[in-house]
């Protein structure tokens, strides 16, 4: 089970998470639109979107993510490198720590 984040007295759920990602080492970003609760792969990074969420029109605009995020290297099991929300409006409060890729939250949608 998923919470929503802390203060948030009402939020939308969405079933699109678009988010951004930088491979350090290729200098390459790219911006992708995914499905909560679906497994994606990028590079070596597995990834799902367990929930998309953002405040109504009438509060400060905010989208959050919550994360689960594996790196899998050849002949190990996959390790989990971060789990958690991620803000849109803070990339930095919440971030995944990796030495080559970055992950972060740009909107939820419908």
């Not at 930088?22 to 367990?50: G, Y």
């Not at 400060?60 to 002949?75: G, H, Q, R, T």
């Not at 099991?77 to 919440?94: D, I, K, T």
Request: aromatic residues 8%; glycine residues 2%.
């Amino acid at each position: 089970m998923v919470v929503a984040p802390s203060g948030a007295a009402e939020t939308i759920e969405r079933r699109i998470a678009v988010l951004r990602w930088l491979d350090k080492a290729a200098a390459r970003v790219q911006t992708m639109e995914v499905e909560v609760n679906r497994t994606f792969q990028i590079q070596a990074l597995q990834i799902i979107a367990r929930a998309c969420v953002e405040r109504p029109p009438e509060e400060p605009p905010e989208s959050a993510v919550f994360l689960d995020v594996w790196e899998n290297k050849a002949n190990q099991p996959a390790v989990e490198v971060f789990r958690g929300w991620m803000y849109a409006s803070s990339p930095g409060l919440s971030a995944m720590e990796h030495p080559v890729y970055d992950i972060w939250v740009l909107d939820c949608k419908e």
